[in-house]
Nanobody, 123 residues
Framework: QVQLVESGGGLVQAGGSLRLSCAAS????????MGWFRQAPGKERDFLVI????????RYADSVKGRFTTSRDIALNTVYLQMNSLKPEDTAVYYC????????????????WGQGTQVTVSS
């Protein structure tokens, strides 16, 4: 069983930065692929980035490539999402997710999800 708790959301002006954290409880954290997704009002949940269990490999959606960076601290059981050059269209609830299966996570069908954290970017 894995529990995920996101933090770090808030209100920021366009062009600003935020760093989200996702703290995981449970054992064998480094065996889980982790990912970040977001959902804007009235829209489907979108994939943003996935990172492998050991943190060696990442894959980003085109919409955030070059602006967002993910990393994981295995010792702290925490995954981070550094978001730079934020735009109003980045406004959404951001979720972290975990799964033993990389492909399942990448498809958006992860087993474990956090409760989400709101990010609002003002113009």
């Amino acid at each position: 069983q894995v529990q995920l708790v996101e933090s770090g959301g808030g209100l920021v002006q366009a062009g600003g930065s935020l760093r989200l954290s996702c703290a995981a409880s449970g054992r064998s954290f480094n065996t889980y692929a982790m990912g970040w997704f977001r959902q804007a009002p009235g829209k489907e949940r979108d994939f943003l980035v996935i990172i492998t269990g050991n943190g060696a490999s990442t894959r980003y959606a085109d919409s955030v490539k070059g602006r967002f960076t993910t990393s994981r601290d295995i010792a702290l059981n925490t995954v981070y999402l550094q978001m730079n050059s934020l735009k109003p269209e980045d406004t959404a609830v951001y979720y972290c997710a975990a799964d033993l299966s990389y492909s399942k996570l990448r498809s958006g069908s992860a087993t474990y999800w956090g409760q989400g954290t709101q990010v609002t970017v003002s113009s």
